[in-house]
């Protein structure tokens, strides 16, 4: 007898949504390249920024969500959305699965006697007197100082087959942009700076989900931010305090274990923003 359609689901049926949108914004970076020459500058220049913001969007939600709780039952199925993924968002999934594995492994620690962290991420590593970096050097230089080998060469001798698709995603993510480049490179070429500006908006998110949280409390590691709107778009990643406490609760399960937790957060001083975190340069943070 064939497995129902849902079985193929790891968690829940609401995991179709993110299954959705992620075969969504891969046609939709399609669309723009191949819409291009159609589209006028006032279409254009807009269409650009969502495309940025997009990228951010998917990082912090559909990708990070597959790496918590991957959504297939069949590895195969898994790796396929994880190749998807990487095709949409310029970089390795497989590879971002483990820098991020260790982001969690340190939640933004502060540095050691050593003077590094156990996170890669953290917005501590390059701080000083052991307080966060600037926020606006850390969104705009990550992308650059990020070094990805070291996680390589790590998977290489412990998961050989993880690094030999890690090698897939790169292979076929150069060959999927090649090919829209030979269709046409004018498009590919404007899309350049907004792929960087994205992945600056995603390393800025990532700077407002710690900033003010407290390195040494674990329910405190992350900071939260309850809109509707932003958690309805963005998948609960607001709720960032309890995912960096639960994180391999699936998303959907975080409203509820906030409520079950919210006096307990209250009392650790668990930090919240009013904005979505993308947004936290819009608040007055108190220093520590």
Not at 59 to 72: D, G, M, P, T
Not at 207 to 222: R, V
Request: charged share 15%.
């Amino acid at each position: 007898m064939a497995r129902p359609a849902y079985r193929l689901l790891a968690h829940s049926l609401w995991d179709l949504v993110p299954i959705a949108l992620g075969l969504a914004h891969f046609a939709f970076v399609i669309w723009l390249v191949l819409a291009f020459h159609s589209l006028s500058w006032w279409a254009i220049v807009p269409l650009a920024l969502v495309y940025a913001v997009s990228l951010s969007w998917s990082i912090n939600s559909i990708s990070h969500n597959q790496i918590h709780n991957a959504y297939f039952t069949q590895a195969w199925m898994n790796r396929g959305f994880d190749l998807l993924l990487s095709v949409t968002i310029g970089f390795s999934q497989t590879l971002y699965r483990d820098i991020h594995n260790r982001h969690h492994r340190g939640n933004s620690d502060l540095p050691g006697p050593n003077g590094q962290t156990i996170d890669p991420l953290s917005i501590y590593l390059r701080g000083k007197d052991g307080q966060p970096e600037n926020p606006w050097a850390y969104t705009f230089l990550s992308f650059f100082r990020d070094d990805p080998k070291p996680f390589y060469e790590e998977m290489k001798r412990k998961r050989p087959a993880d690094a030999r698709w890690v090698k897939v995603e790169i292979y076929v993510t150069v060959a999927f942009y090649i090919a829209l480049a030979f269709y046409n490179w004018q498009a590919v070429l404007w899309l350049l700076p907004f792929w960087y500006l994205g992945q600056c908006l995603s390393s800025l998110n990532g700077y407002y989900e710690h900033f003010g949280g407290n390195p040494g409390l674990p329910i405190a590691w992350g900071v939260s931010a309850y809109g509707v709107l932003y958690n309805l778009i963005w998948m609960n990643n607001g709720y960032h305090a309890e995912h960096h406490y639960r994180p391999k609760m699936h998303w959907t399960k975080m409203k509820v274990f906030h409520r079950e937790i919210a006096q307990q957060q209250r009392e650790a001083g668990v930090k919240v923003i009013p904005v979505s975190h993308g947004l936290g340069f819009l608040v007055a943070h108190r220093k520590n």
